[in-house]
């Protein structure tokens, strides 16, 4: 067996790049689809690059979800070009109005591939930083600063209606929002323009591991973006469907049982004492409760809304289902939620102007909250309920008030503390992490794909 | 089957099916690689419509099965015809037993169900195994035998394997996640929203006595209204239906009246009609 020649080899190395690129973002592929891969660009050929990222995708890929992150190791590991953008060469450096002209022309034009050659010129032109080598590079933020795509709007909107003549259509109201949109497809065209011309520099395996943004549901909930937010919240309807199929799953695997012993013999008398029909447990039908406790402060509020509104969304898995925000004062929003299920974007927002959730000062005080939830709410937990406390348990060095946790957890079937920070870093400053996660079972809970783990294991049935 | 990617969309328009690239680069690998098509999407993208159409131009037939909630192996694969046997058994009395035996677990008293259908014989076959995600998860293992080495076993008539391997494509609406294992052996095909061209080529053909300027704005406002975040968003199906509904309704332009008094055909939540029409701002009359 001797080796392939040149490109081919390279092109091997390149597929398997890719892949390690795809797996280091916890993509699972396996060898098999590897070579499934390498047929796939045998049978398409390299002429065209669009059937060459659909071809890899559909070999690839076992899910939607991973294929914004595939887009961009493709854009690495098969780059549209090489080096700057080949016509002007980079003289525009100056004519930063000149680029903004173009770009409104292409804009009003909706034309995709002159857009991505202004991308490459801007990035090119405007993007490039640091001068000595090892320390040089190429910045997406620095490009769309300098050349605010979002300010041309009115520009654009101008120019299609002045084009267009019958600009009185009904469909013309929907104009500004289309123009924006072309305008965030613009962005990203730079941001992949960027990376690409980083990854030249640094080595594409690096880029593709460090410089690739995760799928929505690997990212962080304390770092999301407000992107990555949306992107979650509209995920909160197919994964609630997804465990709820689940749930139901796991109920009609516990209704089989476990055997009654004592009336399993007591069945067995009439037939000489041979147990002959076993005798299942029979269980009462009755759908738990279950009861919230989310800390919304700034810190953490991503986090508790999105798993609000995803356990709004599981809400006729239970027979009741009780959800209570807190900063540092406790207060009941179970009903601004099911408002909440029309307008998730504006939840949060909402709870923190119609709720009691301060008093005296912003910041959060878990001890004071509890408090005032066993106090108040105490009602509220009984031995069917199972509670669930979201939070980072940083309570700026108030009291934590253990006291009331040990009453909620004697009163409740199960509590669970649900914190999205990182493990390492419980107990570190004002957390009180430690403290509580001796009275209540503590687990960490830092992107949509634990939580849903989590939520799946730990939810009653 | 197909000679290259080109020649996938061309003769899928040929059936009324417009493809997008990345529908006819992956029926290109399918038919190429010989492995089955997963197609997840929204409900109305045309997932079983691709079925169909890749069906009318290889000149195949159609074997479907449609999966459900408790579709087990006598549904999906075969079943032994109890009442013929027992007819069989009663007629030949004076028969030694292991006569009988051998005859009655025979091909004549076999009732093969779609998965059997699609790998017995040599003319060509798309098999359909839709809504996939709907079935248990046993049948999925069921599938797995099926879909690797297309064979099945008989325990009494031994292994059939197919002579002819048929084209397989299975649809999901992800309302369970299927399991790794099935999606490794499939190509993985998402069928989203069309972009606006190509929807407008759609509209075009499926609704051709709709004016060029109309079509226009209808897939305008469905692009819009999909990028709100409503409950159910109008899929390529609503869009048609929209189309011929305008068409119906004798509209030349739309306006907010129409939009208002047909809003009910694209969406189909009274939150999502409310939502949308405050966001249109139908209510500006």
């Not at chain 1, 301060?358 to 309920?385: C, K, N, Q």
């Not at chain 2, 328009?13 to 999407?41: M, N, Q, W």
């Not at chain 2, 009442?83 to 008293?109: H, M, N, P, V, Y």
């Not at chain 2, 759609?202 to 209808?218: D, F, G, M, N, Y």
Request: charge should be neutral; charged fraction near 30%; aromatic fraction near 6%.
């Amino acid at each position: 067996m001797s080796a392939p020649a040149g490109p081919l080899a390279d092109l091997a190395d390149r597929l398997t790049g890719l892949v390690g690129a795809l797996r280091a973002h916890g993509v699972r592929v396996g060898t098999g689809e590897t070579v499934d891969a390498a047929r796939a660009v045998e049978a398409l050929g390299l002429a065209e690059r669009e059937p060459l990222r659909e071809g890899l995708a559909a070999t690839l890929l076992h899910g939607t979800g991973q294929r914004a992150v595939f887009d961009q190791v493709f854009d690495l590991y098969f780059p549209r070009g090489v080096g700057g953008p080949g016509d002007g060469s980079g003289d525009g450096s100056g004519d930063r109005d000149e680029l903004r002209e173009r770009l409104a022309d292409a804009l009003a034009d909706d034309d995709t591939a002159l857009l991505r050659q202004l991308a490459a010129q801007a990035v090119d032109g405007f993007g490039g930083y640091g001068s000595s080598p090892g320390s040089d590079g190429w910045s997406s933020y620095q490009t769309l600063d300098r050349l605010r795509p979002q300010t041309l709007l009115a520009r654009v909107r101008a120019d299609i209606r002045a084009r267009g003549g019958n600009g009185a259509g009904f469909a013309d109201r929907l104009l500004d929002d289309e123009i924006r949109r072309r305008i965030e497809a613009f962005r990203g065209m730079v941001a992949a323009e960027a990376r690409r011309r980083v990854a030249e520099r640094r080595g594409r395996d690096e880029i593709a591991r460090r410089a690739v943004a995760p799928s929505a549901d690997r990212v962080d909930f304390l770092f999301a973006g407000r992107d990555q937010l949306t992107e979650l919240r509209r995920a909160v309807q197919p994964l609630a469907r997804k465990l709820a199929t689940r749930l139901a799953a796991r109920r009609r695997r516990a209704a089989r049982g476990t055997i009654d012993l004592r009336r399993t013999l007591r069945g067995s008398l009439s037939t000489g004492g041979v147990p002959m029909r076993p005798v299942l447990r029979r269980r009462r039908p009755v759908r738990p409760e279950l009861v919230l406790l989310c800390d919304v402060s700034g810190s953490v509020s991503g986090f508790s809304d999105f798993t609000m509104l995803l356990v709004q969304a599981l809400h006729d898995q239970f027979s009741k289902v009780r959800v209570f925000a807190f900063v540092n004062r406790i207060d009941e929003v179970t009903g601004l939620l099911e408002h909440g299920r029309a307008d998730p974007e504006g939840l949060g927002a909402r709870i923190r102007a119609e709720a009691t959730l301060t008093g005296w000062h912003g910041s959060s005080d878990y001890g004071m909250a509890l408090g005032e939830f066993a106090e108040r709410y105490g009602a509220a937990v009984g031995p069917r309920t199972t509670v669930f406390v979201l939070g980072d348990a940083r309570t700026n060095n108030l009291d934590p008030n253990l006291a009331a946790v040990r009453r909620v957890a004697g009163q409740a079937r199960r509590v669970y503390w649900l914190n999205p920070e990182q493990r390492s870093l419980w107990g570190t400053g004002d957390s009180a992490a430690p403290d509580y996660a001796e009275l209540v079972e503590m687990h960490e809970c830092r992107t949509a794909r634990q939580l849903s783990g989590l939520i799946a294991r730990l939810l009653p049935v | 089957m197909f000679t290259s990617v080109d020649d996938v969309s061309t003769r899928l328009a040929e059936t009324g099916y417009l493809a997008s690239p990345a529908v006819a680069t992956t029926v290109f690998l399918a038919d190429r690689l010989g492995k089955p098509l997963l197609v997840e999407g929204p409900a109305g993208v045309g997932k079983t419509e691709l079925a169909k159409a890749v069906a009318e131009v290889a000149g195949a037939r159609l074997v479907r099965l449609q999966c459900y909630e408790g579709v087990d192996e006598s549904r999906a694969l075969y079943e032994w015809n109890h009442a013929k046997q027992l007819l069989r058994i009663s007629a030949g009395r004076d028969e030694s037993w292991d006569d009988t035996r051998t005859d009655i677990f025979s091909e004549e008293f076999l009732l093969p169900r779609p998965l059997l259908t699609a790998i017995r014989g040599d003319d060509p076959k798309v098999l359909l195994i839709d809504e996939t995600d709907k079935a248990d998860v046993e049948v999925e293992g069921l599938l797995l035998e099926v879909l690797s080495d297309f064979q099945v076993t008989v325990p009494e008539l031994g292994t059939v394997t197919a002579a002819r391997r048929p084209f397989v494509v299975l649809t999901s609406n992800a309302s369970r996640e299927l399991s790794e294992a099935l999606r490794r052996r499939c190509l993985f095909l998402h069928i989203g929203f069309p972009d606006e061209e190509l929807e407008r080529r759609i509209v075009r053909l499926k609704v051709p006595a709709l004016t060029e300027t109309l079509a226009e704005s209808v897939v305008r406002v469905v692009g819009a209204l999909r990028a709100m975040d409503l409950r159910k968003v109008p899929s390529v199906a609503e869009t048609i239906d929209w189309a011929r509904t305008l068409l119906a309704l004798g509209a030349d332009t739309l306006d907010e009246q129409v939009v208002r008094d047909s809003l009910g055909v694209i969406l189909k939540h009274q939150d999502d009609i409310q939502k949308a029409a405050a966001k249109l701002d139908l209510d500006a009359l």
